[in-house]
Structures are given as structure tokens and as C-alpha cells.
């Protein structure tokens, strides 16, 4: 290196480069950023035999060119090949491993040893992309850190079968905005527990699919609050899934719901079992669709909520689009009311089995309810006997409106008053040209 010097200014020639520097103005020359350093990812396993062999959970889709530390003290090896990736234990214990390099696919779905990983210590950087499966049936994995592989744009059924995993971290999705999908990405994990953490998927703004996704988390009490889906606009409704089909379904500590939950997800056609089975919820909150205006389809969304004991009067007066209604309340046998003006705003076409075997129910004047588009109602109110008062003004109600014609209805038990109104009612109704088909208690 030569140095020339004036009265203010140093010419530096080091040999790569050569500049000149002003000695009382001028900076230093621009550092080059430094890389940032891939993390390796960090996971424990154990070997449950004194002499045992364990295999990486690769797939043949997958890229691979890591050094892996076995954590046993044995020397690093380097996989390139995902037929090579294991290891012999001779001792029976748990052992740390240490992946560094890429590693793109992480797949349990058919790993044989997918029971032996216990826990993820460091999720790191090594190139993941499509995360799916990639802990499959890990019934032993018990815990897991914070901030998931950050190039992750798919999590379907990722953690799904961990039945041991207790908890899911604050966090663990934070700064994972190129996921499109939570299918069924925590289904069957049954020792989940209390709360879901806040703002679990506030980054992930490129989710179009939440499907399945708590599927059968038998112990969550509680969801993470009104804005738990507030950045995840882009939900929708496709030909293979729908956004929030059976998100929550079979989820039997469930106590609440909070209100408004879907407001930030108005493209939603429909919401299928969202809630089916649900054993433990008593309250629907009035708010829940109310920006879901687009909504076609409440097939089955709370079917089996065995403990429902009331629903709110207005729940779909906003769901002016809805036309299906199949076993929406099906065997909520807790319900006692359903409120008479439940579906006034609503052009309903299919009622079937919407409150079948709701054994409950007696309370119901369903004649304000638009009928006009009405094509299917077959076990309507099965196992039902609505009491004679509401069950006179319903038929009254019904056969005041324009209706389709050959619909087959089914009122349960419910017995209508001879001789009078109600009879000519449904007699307007059985006869030509409706033609419709009665299932009751008869007269009374």
C-alpha cells in the first residue's frame, strides 16, 4: 500500500482499490454490508434403544447440501443425499442436532422415526419453503420456539397429530408473510390448552385458507380475540377448500366465540362446519357475520353444539345472500327458542335438517321467515314439538307467501288446531297447486 499526501488530501493505492481522501472533510470509505448469517436449524431427538438407527425426515422433492452434528460427538457429515441421512446411537438418550446449509423439505408424513423428535430449539435458516407435514404424527414433540422458517409459504397439516405439543409460542409465526395456507396446520394436536397466543398470524397478510386448521384441539378454551384473523384479508373460498371450513370444528373445550371474529374476512362464501362440535359453547355473539355479507353457505357451522342454548335474533340480518342453511343447527339439543324473525333478511332456498333432532326446541314461529325461495326443508325440525300457538302461526305465516311448489317439510311432533285457520293454512299448503309435503304432529 503507497500513501501521497498534499495539504489536505491522502491518496491511498492499496492495491484493489485506490481513492482519495480528504483528511479534514472527507469520511471513510462505505463499509460493504455484512451477509447476514444463516442459522442452523436445531432440533432434539432420542434413540430409545442402546443401539439404534435414526433417519431425517427428507423426501426426495427436496434439495439438500447441509452439515449436520449429529450431537453425539461424533465428526459433522455432509448429506447430499436424502437416501443417506442417518445416523447409528449406541447409547440410549436424547441428543441435540445441528443442521447447517439447505435443507429445503422436512417431511414426517412417512418419516419412520417422526416419534423420536421431542423438541425445536432453533428453527434457523436453511431454505424451507413449502413446510407441509413437516411434523406430521411427531406424537412425542413437546415444544416448539418462536419464529418459524421465514421463507415458509405453505403449513399445511404442519404440526398435525402432535399430540404431546402443549402450547404454540408467542410469536412462532412472526415475520412469515409469504404463507398462503393453515390447512390443517395444528388438526388433532389434543394437548393444546387454555388461550391461543395473541396475534398468532398477524404477519402471515398472504393466507387465503384457514381450513381445518384447530381441527379437534380438544383443550382450547379460548380463542386470541376479535383481531385474530384482523390481517388476513385475503381469506377465501376455492374449488378444493373453503377459508374457514371446519377451522374450529371438534374443538370440545371451546367456551367462547368473541364477536365480530370475521370482520376483516369479507370475501367468505361460506362457512361449513366452521364450528361443528363444538360441545362446550352456550352463546353465539350477535356480531359474529355481520361483515359477511357476501356469505352464500351456513351449512353444518354449528352443528353438534350440544350445550348451544340460545342464538341471537339478528345473527344473519346482514347475510342477505345466504340461501343455505343444511343442518345448520343440527343437534344443537340444548337450544329451546329459535327466534322468530332469525331469517327474515335472508332468501333462503335449502332448510334441510337445519335444526333436525334439536329435541329441545319449542318456542319457534318460523311464518315471518321468507319462504319464497324455498325448495328443500326435509327434516326441517325432526325430533321438534314446536307448541301449537307458534306452530298455528307458522303455518298461517307460510301459506300467506308466494312459495315454491312440491316442497317436503318436516315439523317434528308439532300438532296444529283443528278446524280453525291453521288447518285451512296448511291445507293451502298440502294442496294443488303447492303441493307440498307435511311431516307433523297433526291435528289438535
Request: aromatic share 14%.
Amino acid at each position: 500500500m503507497s500513501y501521497m499526501t498534499g495539504l489536505n488530501n491522502v491518496f491511498i493505492n492499496s492495491g484493489l482499490a485506490s481513492y482519495l481522501v480528504n483528511s479534514r472533510t472527507a469520511a471513510a470509505p462505505p463499509v460493504p454490508p455484512v451477509p447476514p448469517v444463516a442459522l442452523p436449524f436445531i432440533f432434539q431427538w432420542e434413540s430409545t434403544a442402546p443401539t439404534q438407527t435414526l433417519t431425517l425426515p427428507l423426501i426426495g422433492a427436496g434439495s439438500y447440501n447441509f452439515s449436520v452434528d449429529w450431537g453425539d460427538g461424533s465428526p459433522p457429515e455432509t448429506i447430499t443425499d436424502y437416501t443417506l441421512a442417518y445416523h447409528e446411537y449406541t447409547l440410549q438418550n436424547s441428543y441435540v442436532v445441528t443442521i447447517d446449509g439447505q435443507c429445503t423439505r422436512w417431511d414426517c408424513v412417512v418419516a419412520p422415526d417422526a416419534d423420536k423428535i421431542l423438541q425445536v430449539l432453533q428453527w434457523g435458516d436453511i431454505g424451507i419453503t413449502n413446510a407441509d407435514a413437516a411434523f406430521y404424527g411427531c406424537v412425542n414433540l413437546t415444544d416448539v420456539v418462536e419464529t418459524f422458517w421465514q421463507g415458509a409459504t405453505s403449513c399445511s397439516t404442519t404440526f398435525y397429530g402432535c399430540t404431546s405439543l402443549y402450547s404454540i409460542p408467542f410469536g412462532l409465526f412472526t415475520g412469515c408473510t409469504e404463507i398462503t395456507t393453515f390447512y390443517s396446520c395444528f388438526g388433532q394436536c389434543t394437548t393444546l390448552f387454555g388461550t391461543l397466543p395473541a396475534n398468532l398470524f398477524d404477519d402471515c397478510t398472504q393466507v387465503t385458507t384457514f381450513a381445518f386448521c384447530f381441527y379437534g384441539c380438544t383443550g382450547i378454551e379460548y380463542l386470541c380475540g376479535s383481531d385474530m384473523f384482523r390481517y388476513n384479508t385475503l381469506v377465501q373460498d376455492d374449488v378444493f377448500t373453503d377459508g374457514f371450513e371446519s377451522t374450529f370444528r371438534s374443538m370440545t373445550s371451546l367456551v367462547e366465540i368473541p364477536d365480530e371474529l370475521f370482520r376483516y374476512n369479507t370475501s367468505i362464501i361460506t362457512f361449513s362446519t366452521t364450528f361443528y362440535g363444538c360441545t362446550a359453547i352456550t352463546d353465539i355473539p350477535a356480531g359474529l357475520f355481520t361483515y359477511n355479507t357476501n356469505t352464500e353457505s351456513f351449512a353444518q357451522t354449528f352443528q353438534g353444539c350440544t350445550a348451544l342454548t340460545s342464538i341471537p335474533a339478528t345473527l344473519f340480518d346482514t347475510n342477505t345472500a345466504a340461501v343455505h342453511f343444511t343442518d345448520t343447527f343440527r343437534g344443537c339439543t340444548a337450544l329451546t327458542d329459535v327466534p322468530d324473525n332469525l331469517f327474515d333478511n335472508n332468501p333462503v332456498v335449502y332448510f334441510t335438517d337445519c335444526f333436525n333432532s334439536c329435541t329441545s326446541i319449542v318456542n319457534c314461529d318460523c311464518g315471518t321467515w321468507d319462504w319464497t325461495n324455498v325448495i328443500g326443508a326435509t327434516g326441517l325440525f325432526n325430533g321438534s314439538t314446536i307448541n301449537t300457538t307458534d306452530y298455528d302461526s307458522s303455518l298461517i305465516g307460510i301459506a300467506g307467501q308466494a312459495v315454491q311448489a312440491g316442497v317436503t317439510v318436516d315439523f317434528g311432533s308439532s300438532l296444529y288446531t283443528s278446524g280453525g285457520s291453521a288447518e285451512a293454512a296448511r291445507d293451502t299448503l298440502t294442496d294443488a297447486p303447492n303441493s307440498w309435503t307435511i311431516t307433523d304432529g297433526g291435528p289438535v
